[in-house]
């Protein structure tokens, strides 16, 4: 590290080197060390062909985008590393098939040699820290590179102490009043600032586009729904004004801005029953909404300061990967079930040629945004066009399936149910008068707020383990406790003007963290491929922007009727097939149907015997199909007690599971030896 850090200092590096080949490389290479008088002019021509003889003895790429050409020859003084990053990656066939874009040339005396192979361990440990790598990438000039390589040097130099901890910082209990709370904006409070200069980027524009069509549309259509079931009470337009409401407030004021607010089907569900019941009783509704909402404030903020999030410390991958897998599930579940009722509700409008160009639309928005997502690993393009197609993917989509629509305008198409004008659903007053509600209804209203605490509890909570998740490298901190605090007093205001109550969104919340994510792909030995997450921009703009715009929409009502619904549901489709990626739940149960001899290497494969890995995702899947019949049954409101009845599940797995095969099949994250392994 001393020989890099000295070559840094010294200014032996070129950063984006335009080449097309390693002879390029190499001859720039040279001629920079003849201008920092590391090599005499009358070697150059000899020290560039021993660099090109080197590369044909075998390719000096060990992988992860890094090439370590070297050569040791009497004509070089002493040993000399330069730094290159290419502006365009070349494939110099890496074992994992990543284009090269790094190359640290070693050049030295023979005598020097005895020194390569802890140089080359250095520097193989040093670029395969995915942090390293992506900010390695966006500097702009040597001294950022510096700083890149001082912020890597103390990062892992905790390493050690980091990995001894069992509990994640945000989850550690202090035993005092508020101490979660204080400890949170603690942790998050430095990178505020820096929160909004991370979303001046164009991805994070993509992420906006992106996001607030996909935040939109479900606002509008769970407002719908719940317009129905409480006979115009509460509707479309309460719902997007409670989205903006609670969007801003919470990116502004969030511990974790990643995460995505909105309506929930159990909530919704949990509104339409407390409906009937007070339809029943003749009890108005609004008013004892409120009480219902005010009181699971109250027990929201009692939570949150008595550090009760720490419970989710025995919430484990197992419960992660199964509710993930629910909301998954259920975005895909919807966006099939509303094109087959397009195709069964055919009349008088609505021909075959409806129900066939809806197919067509949202398979089609569904096909253009999953494949420009991956457009940044094609062959076609230059680098940053295929970075711009992949992020703006989703938008692209629903952009140019809408523009088919309307061109093939003849056709009747169900659109985004927008109302006309602004103002609430039924026409009542925005503020709810509590005192309509008789007196003992405001004490009786904490029997079912306490369902709602519940069920909001685990809901942010289990979204925000997921999103804190160590498989998406985030590094500013947790705030369990603030977010549920902030969740809690947002639900409380909702209350009192009637509208619907917010809480993080596990879906949309996922397709923020990965439409904000710089990815690779990996490449197995046996050719299997997946992306890995090495950076996420984490900030607040992006957020913000959403609910801004969410907010705006409200001002182009008669705009959003032009969408049509199926593109929608193409576009739910696409998030709830890419929120399925990086689920092991998933990836173990495609196994069910694979040849076990061609399994993929992965560290459980390695560890756990087959019928042992085949018996936990059983399992699970078990969890989960409980999980759904729950939610679609008429006890649909004690959904969250099956959501915290996994942890004791998970504990009763002791009994039947070796605890090394539970470590290797619920571990956080993917062990270290995971990655690729290098040879010198």
């Known amino acids: 590290m001393r020989l890099l850090r000295k070559a840094l200092t010294d200014g032996f590096c070129l950063l984006d080197l335009e080449a097309r080949d390693l002879q390029v490389v190499f001859r720039e290479t040279v001629a920079h060390l003849v201008t920092k008088g590391a090599v005499e002019a009358q070697h150059s021509g000899e020290v560039e062909t021993a660099l090109l003889g080197r590369e044909k003895q075998g390719s000096t790429a060990i992988g992860h985008a890094v090439a370590i050409p070297h050569v040791y020859l009497d004509s070089v003084n002493k040993p000399t590393i330069v730094f290159i990053r290419l502006a365009n990656p070349i494939n110099l066939g890496a074992p994992d098939g990543i284009p090269t874009r790094f190359v640290f040339v070693l050049l030295g005396p023979p005598e020097a040699a005895a020194g390569h192979l802890d140089t080359l361990t250095t520097i193989a440990r040093l670029m395969a820290d995915e942090e390293f790598r992506y900010e390695a990438g966006e500097t702009q000039h040597q001294q950022q590179l510096l700083s890149v390589l001082d912020h890597y040097t103390e990062r892992t130099s905790h390493a050690e102490e980091t990995e001894l901890k069992e509990v994640s910082e945000g989850l550690t209990y202090t035993g005092r009043l508020f101490g979660g709370l204080k400890q949170d904006i603690a942790r998050r409070r430095p990178y505020y600032i820096d929160d909004f200069r991370e979303g001046l980027h164009s991805k994070c524009a993509a992420s906006t586009l992106f996001l607030f069509f996909a935040c939109l549309a479900p606002a509008v259509t769970f407002g719908g729904v719940m317009a129905i079931q409480t006979v115009g009470q509460i509707g479309a337009i309460e719902m997007i004004v409670a989205s903006a409401f609670c969007g801003i407030v919470y990116a502004l004021l969030s511990g974790q801005p990643l995460i995505i607010l909105g309506g929930t089907g159990p909530l919704l569900v949990f509104t339409a029953i407390l409906y009937r019941l007070c339809s029943d009783m003749a009890i108005p509704f609004l008013p004892c909404y409120a009480w219902v909402g005010l009181w699971t404030t109250g027990f929201l903020i009692l939570l949150a300061v008595t550090e009760a999030g720490c419970l989710m410390r025995y919430f484990t991958r197992f419960t992660d990967e199964i509710f993930s897998a629910l909301i998954s599930l259920i975005f895909i579940y919807e966006a099939i079930r509303s094109l087959i009722h397009v195709f069964q509700e055919l009349d008088i409008k609505k021909h075959h040629d409806t129900a066939l160009l809806s197919l067509l639309l949202a398979g089609g928005t569904y096909l253009i945004a999953m494949n420009l997502s991956r457009f940044r690993r094609s062959d076609y393009l230059l680098p940053k066009m295929r970075e711009f197609f992949a992020d703006f993917g989703p938008a692209i989509a629903l952009g140019s399936m809408t523009v088919v629509a309307v061109l093939l305008h003849e056709v009747y198409l169900d659109t985004l149910p927008s109302p006309d004008t602004f103002g609430t659903t039924s026409g009542r007053p925005w503020r709810v008068d509590l005192f309509e509600a008789p007196t003992w209804v405001r004490f009786a209203a904490a029997g079912p707020a306490l369902l709602v605490a519940l069920l909001v509890f685990l809901d942010q909570n289990i979204t925000a383990r997921l999103v804190n998740s160590p498989d998406h490298k985030l590094h500013k901190g947790e705030a369990y406790h603030l977010d549920l605090a902030i969740v809690g007093c947002l639900i409380g205001v909702c209350s009192l003007f009637g509208l619907p109550w917010l809480v993080a969104a596990t879906v949309r919340s996922l397709?923020?963290?990965?439409?904000?994510?710089?990815?690779?792909?990996?490449?197995?030995?046996?050719?299997?491929?997946?992306?890995?997450?090495?950076?996420?921009?984490?900030?607040?703009?992006?957020?913000?922007?959403?609910?801004?715009?969410?907010?705006?929409?409200?001002?182009?009502?008669?705009?959003?009727?032009?969408?049509?619904?199926?593109?929608?549901?193409?576009l739910f489709l696409f998030m709830g097939v890419v929120s399925m990626?990086?689920?092991?739940?998933?990836?173990?149960?495609?196994?069910?149907?694979?040849?076990?001899?061609?399994?993929?290497?992965?560290?459980?494969?390695?560890?756990?015997?087959?019928?042992?890995?085949?018996?936990?995702?059983?399992?699970q899947v078990i969890c989960l199909a409980i999980l759904w019949l729950v939610k679609s049954s008429v006890i649909g409101i004690l959904f969250p007690l099956f959501i915290a009845l996994l942890v004791p599940v998970r504990l009763l797995a002791k009994r039947f599971f070796r605890p090394e095969h539970l470590a290797a099949l619920d571990a956080e994250e993917e062990p270290d030896e995971e990655e690729t392994h290098w040879a010198a």
């Open 511 to 570: 397709n923020h963290v990965r439409s904000l994510a710089t990815v690779e792909e990996v490449v197995s030995a046996r050719g299997h491929t997946r992306d890995r997450i090495i950076h996420v921009r984490e900030n607040r703009l992006t957020g913000l922007a959403i609910h801004l715009l969410i907010g705006l929409s409200l001002l182009l009502l008669s705009w959003l009727k032009v969408i049509p619904m199926a593109v929608l549901y193409g």
């Open 581 to 619: 990626s990086g689920n092991q739940l998933f990836e173990r149960l495609s196994l069910w149907l694979k040849d076990s001899d061609l399994y993929p290497v992965t560290h459980y494969i390695r560890r756990v015997p087959h019928w042992t890995i085949h018996k936990f995702t059983l399992l």
